[in-house]
């Protein structure tokens, strides 16, 4: 069975300080990969997607950046964190060849302060 | 803009009562559509999908589907304490073999099931 794994769960941060959060898939190859952000009381926004390694599609401009180094790793970067970039973090997985449905993480708390 | 609607709550019912959630969409070409659990501080996980017009029923959930009203909605049975959560729904224009890219979630229900 395919299991996804996110770390850190969860993490406070000062203002400018950098950032990176991982997430891998396992029972799987070549999923499509997802950076999701959930702010409070406001519904899931998609940050960036990957349909494979190297490739990556941002859905929002802002202050993070994402890799995928390998098929299943896929991380979240920021150079310099903002107070706005607080939120749960979510990393999410679908089928790449065919599906549409996505199986989140267990999701990374971060606080700026 | 696609929108996906869901009435934020708090929804309450006494356990053992038939819990009702419900969903608007937008996007007329929508062909998927989802729910999925949040328990408080946790990840969401999938409940059900949902492509066809109609119900569907997985155990004490049933999924409903109306394309033409754009409506979606979710009936739990015999609710229990256990499903006190936020409901997300989620909805795209990709078929079953689509990507999950286009993917809309709503802003959730928070159900609270009172023992």
């Known amino acids: 069975s395919q299991t996804i794994h996110q770390w850190p769960a969860t993490l406070v941060q000062p203002v400018g300080s950098p950032l990176s959060l991982e997430c891998t898939v396992e029972g799987t190859s070549n999923p499509n990969l997802y950076w999701y952000r959930q702010a409070a009381g406001r519904g899931l926004q998609l940050l960036f997607y990957?349909?494979?390694?190297?490739?990556i599609s941002s859905e929002v401009p802002q202050n993070l950046s994402a890799s995928r180094p390998q098929d299943r790793q896929f991380i979240l970067s920021s150079k310099k964190l903002l107070l706005s970039d607080s939120g749960f973090y979510l990393c999410?997985?679908?089928?790449?060849?065919?599906?549409?449905?996505?199986?989140f993480g267990e999701g990374s708390w971060l606080t700026v302060v | 803009q696609k929108e996906v609607e869901q009435n934020s709550g708090p929804l309450s019912v006494p356990e053992g009562a038939i819990a009702s959630l419900n969903c608007t969409y937008s996007?007329?070409?929508?062909?998927?559509f989802f729910w999925y659990r949040q328990y408080s501080g946790k990840s969401p996980e999938l409940i059900m999908s949902i492509y066809s017009n109609g119900d569907k029923e997985d155990g004490r959930f049933t999924a409903q589907l109306n394309k033409a009203s754009q409506y979606v909605s979710l009936l739990i049975r015999d609710s229990q304490p256990s499903d006190s959560a936020t409901y997300l729904c989620a909805v795209t224009p990709e078929k079953r073999s689509g990507s999950a890219r286009q993917l809309t979630f709503g802003s959730g229900t928070q159900l609270t099931v009172l023992p």
């Open positions: 996007d007329r070409v929508s062909q998927s």
């Open positions: 990957s349909v494979g390694i190297g490739q």
């Open positions: 999410a997985w679908s089928r790449g060849v065919s599906g549409n449905t996505i199986y």
